[in-house]
């Protein structure tokens, strides 16, 4: 497409997205970002900015050197922020693993059957999102406690004696992400699988490939971009996650929503929380760079 | 003793819920041959098809390869390939790898494989396009990519859906030949699905018009095009001219009282005395005479327009009834202008006498 002079209409057309954007991603971005180079006060609110508008440049240089750091120095010296994202990524990479796991195959289920009953299989993939999410959630509690339904239920048959203690630990907040975020998986990867061209099964197949070694070697690696897409749109908003955690995880369970939760609320750090939260979308940052540059790159692979 | 058939249809039906696609249709392919499976869509020919590579499995009858029965054998055990009408080449790998995606799963060794996907290569065309991808080819690279990897595994039978489909007119000629010339070489029979009458004439060795799920002639070139059985053969192979009428015959010859006049020709046994008939001939076996010649198959008219072809002219002759007769005159002689008086003579040897 040639760059030039837009047209008025198309200015508009952009200036929709962009504008959204602006007023409710990158604004929000922009004032966490200047907490997070703030002094932290006892006051209300409990900052001080650094940087000041009409103080000029050179100001800003100065005062960078003196404090603008110090909430992200902080986080350095702090364990437990350290702690909290190696343990949010662990959980939420354990969840994204299992929810592929349950995801593909249900997918592909869907993808395979017959046409005319996908849009009611896919609905009803999608119908938990019918009910609130915390409803859901707290449900789970219902299930996991040591009281609870599963705990009754293999003791029913006599699988075990004594209850499980799943609730409160992170196998129930495992449990929990998994639960919550399925559909965000299974929904790209069923488009990926449904747009494969049919003919390419039976091309394998044509040429010796049993149904295993088709699987393996074209369904696979053609719904790749599907699996990319749906473990990035779970991953992303796992590793924040907050509610689950605090609803089904234990006093042991640190996730870094939490641990921003506690800097903000608790502790009244707004710095040190906003600096936590500029940290972990860098961190994010990476992974959807690499995604987006595979699909622009690799056009049919 | 006969050869065994290297593809066999016996008594093959096959129904989509209220549709019958293929319809008590037998055929046998001799190892070798170049056969062309012709008709419109919808006739059932690809059904037919996917029934020799597995894809479908017949509701009554057989399909035997090479003398084995192979209803029940899924499409991966068949020594069978094929060719699909989208290429269907897997867009994730090279040119290579699919070429030797077949050779993989026989389970040959790698520098087998490597002299084998080499040699396929050389044999389309491909040099130097080994790495590509399937969305960095032509059409024409595509289509040999995809010809290439069926034929890698060396089956004895090919099954070409559409081969030449998707491809310009040009490129499509050229391709004919070079089909012909591989199929020649490595003496496997080829089966290709058509619907171009063209592409089946000029390359099989034999073909199998169908119709609504049936087989309506099974013959070579020739004499489909020179003997059609019935109308819907001659009408559906090239351009011809029908003539109705009420026959009398006496021994081998035939003369039909048509609208146009009378005409002469040679009949079949079958056709009984006093009762309708059609004869057809075609373009090139008529010629215009000069207006006022008179007799059996000598059918007054005026031209009505023509159209240059190059080699010849097809000229459209209004006759006695209203019908448009097409006469094809070599564009050397005097061309008559329309409006001119004219006759459409043509010999009895040139009249096929058709079924119905």
Known sequence: MRRGALSGGRLWALLVPYGWLALFFLAPLALVAKISLSKSIIAQPPYEPVFNLSDGVGAWLEQAQKFALTAYRGLGDDPLYLESYLSSLAIAGVSTALALVIAYPLALAIARSDPRRRSMLIALAVAPFWTSFLIRVYAWIAILKDEGFLNLALMKIGLIDTPLTIYATNVAVVIGIVYSYLPFVVLPIYNSLEKQDASLREAAADLGAGPLATFWKVTLPLSLPGVIAGALLMFIPAVGEFVIPDLLGGSDTIMIGRTMWNDFFENRDWPAASAGAIVLLALLVGPIVWFERRQSKGQGA | ?356
């Open chain 2, 1 to 356: 003793m006969p050869q065994t058939p290297i593809l066999q249809f016996e008594q093959v039906s096959k129904r989509f819920g209220a549709t019958v696609a293929v319809d008590g249709v037998s055929i046998e392919i001799a190892p070798g041959e170049f056969f062309a499976l012709l008709g419109p869509s919808g006739c059932g020919k690809t059904t037919l098809m996917r029934m020799a590579a597995g894809f479908e499995r017949p509701d009554e009858g057989r399909v035997l390869i090479d003398g084995a029965d192979a209803t029940d054998v899924p499409p991966h055990r068949r020594p069978v390939n094929m060719m699909f009408q989208s290429y269907a080449l897997f867009p994730h790998m090279s040119v290579a790898d699919n070429i030797a995606f077949g050779l993989k799963a026989a389970g040959l060794a790698r520098d087998a494989i490597g002299a084998r996907v080499a040699e396929m290569v050389r044999l389309a065309q491909l040099q130097g396009l080994e790495k590509r991808k399937p969305h960095q080819l032509s059409g024409g690279q595509k289509q040999r990519a995809a010809l290439a990897r069926a034929l890698a595994r060396g089956t004895k039978l090919l099954l070409l859906d559409e081969p030449l489909g998707a491809l310009d007119r040009k490129l499509r000629e050229e391709t004919q030949f070079e089909l012909m010339d591989i199929q020649k070489r490595l003496g496997a029979a080829f089966v290709v699905v058509t619907h171009d009458q063209d592409e089946a004439m000029s390359m099989a060795d034999r073909i199998a018009v169908m119709r609504a799920g049936q087989i309506e002639q099974i013959g070579s070139p020739v004499e489909i095009y020179e003997r059609p059985r019935s109308r819907y053969v001659a009408e559906f192979i090239g351009e011809i001219n029908i003539f109705e009428g009420v026959a009398t015959s006496s021994g081998d010859a035939l003369r039909l009282e048509s609208s146009e006049g009378p005409i002469e020709a040679h009949a079949p046994l079958h056709v009984a005395n006093r009762t309708a008939a059609t004869v057809a001939v075609r373009p090139e076996r008529m010629r215009l005479a000069p207006a006022g010649e008179a007799g059996a198959n000598r059918l007054a008219g005026v031209v009505h327009d023509f159209a240059y072809r190059g080699d010849h002219r097809i000229f459209r002759v209004r006759l006695k009834s209203g019908a448009l007769a097409r006469v094809a005159a070599p564009s050397a002689l005097p061309a008559p202008q329309p409006g001119e008086a004219v006759t459409v003579a043509f010999d009895p040897d040139a009249c096929v006498v058709l079924d119905a």
